[in-house]
């Protein structure tokens, strides 16, 4: 199919679809318009090249668990765009391979499957709901030994359970990923909601990697990790954090950059705790609620970041995020 006639074609099926029920309220806002051959546009996925998913490759929708499975399977590199219509329930973990855009019809995404990047590169997500994605598989989204991800506008989430493992993360960066964008992310209802570095003993391959940026998401009802860092190399910005124990953690010489971020009912929004060296966070411009960054002052600063990017303000951060944030895109 010709990208010219995507847009015609989703917005057939989108028109087929129910609308979805929200999470919660977001204020009257222009729609936010997309494509599905759009690319990064923020953050370390800008960088290495750019990531650019499945832009210029076959289109196909998908409605089921083996039609998912079959459209992102680990034989076929080439570009493909992957449209998720409705929402795709199974237990299982779906390996996705190089070259893919996931994007996903309002209201669309996956509750139980968790899909997995294993030595892949160049993916995106966009406009998903991943839900209840218990531990036997894996997180929502788990990204290892991959370069160049980009996360955007989507919803993950799961429930506060009693067994705080029953569930494992929502999106986990982990053994030696590198240049990952998550932005305009909703997270919440989650115990160990995401993850940088799996391990104190996995520097030899973290070090020097998982460069990773989250910009303008929503966290709320989580319990910790938004995000928790070891070794890498975390710009955060633009977020809003609502009901937390623990959000920002910066571990094991992690250098973190939190910057234009309000933390509302957050016991800790910035710390280092938990692992057997401390890392290390610099903090302008955030509100942390009456709170303090108790984590040891870093090297990583503005003029050491990469890539251009705009910060909205500390003032303006709950308005905007919490209306913009999650799975909002028009076609």
């Known amino acids: 199919m010709k990208l010219t006639s995507v847009v015609a074609v989703l917005s057939a099926l989108a028109s087929a679809t129910a ?10 806002t222009e729609p936010h318009k997309a494509t599905v051959s759009d690319k990064a546009t923020l953050g370390y996925a800008t960088q290495n090249g750019g990531t650019s998913g499945g832009a210029g490759g076959t289109v196909t929708t998908v409605s089921t668990l083996a039609q998912f499975t079959a459209a992102v399977a680990l034989n076929n590199t080439a570009p493909a765009i992957v449209v998720v219509q409705g929402i795709i329930n199974g237990t299982a973990k779906v390996r996705v391979s190089s070259n893919k855009t996931i994007i996903g019809l309002p209201g669309s995404g996956f509750n139980g499957v968790g899909l997995l990047f294993l030595k892949q590169k160049n993916l995106i997500i966009r406009n998903i709901v991943s839900s209840n994605v218990s531990a036997s598989y894996g997180d929502g989204l788990t990204i290892q030994e991959s370069t160049n ?6 919803e993950f989430h799961s429930a506060l359970v009693s067994n705080k493992n029953y569930y494992d993360g929502l999106i986990d960066v982990t053994h030696g990923s590198d240049f990952v964008t998550i932005s305009h992310t909703h997270f919440h209802d989650h115990w160990k909601t995401s993850l940088v570095g799996h391990s104190d003993s996995n520097g030899a391959q973290d070090k020097g990697h998982l460069r990773v940026t989250y910009a303008n998401n929503y966290w709320s009802n989580c319990n910790s990790r938004g995000p928790s ?11 809003l954090y609502v009901n937390m124990s623990s959000a920002v953690n910066t571990r094991m010489g992690a250098q973190v950059l939190v910057e234009s ?10 710390t280092s705790v938990d692992s057997t060296q401390v890392g290390y966070a610099t903090a302008n411009g955030n ?16 003029a050491s970041v990469s890539y251009n990017y705009t910060l909205l303000g500390a003032e303006n ?3 905007v995020v919490a209306s913009e944030a999650g799975p909002i895109l028009v076609f």
């Open 229 to 239: 860092v070891r070794f890498g190399t975390a710009h955060i910005y633009n977020s």
């Open 149 to 154: 991800v980009w996360v955007d506008h989507s």
């Open 317 to 319: 951060v709950t308005a």
């Open 19 to 28: 609308t979805p029920t929200p999470t919660r309220e977001r204020a009257a």
């Open 287 to 302: 509100d942390l609620g009456g709170k303090r960054n108790v984590a040891p002052y870093g090297n990583l600063t503005v």
């Open 261 to 270: 971020n309000v933390f509302k009912n957050v016991t800790s929004p910035i």
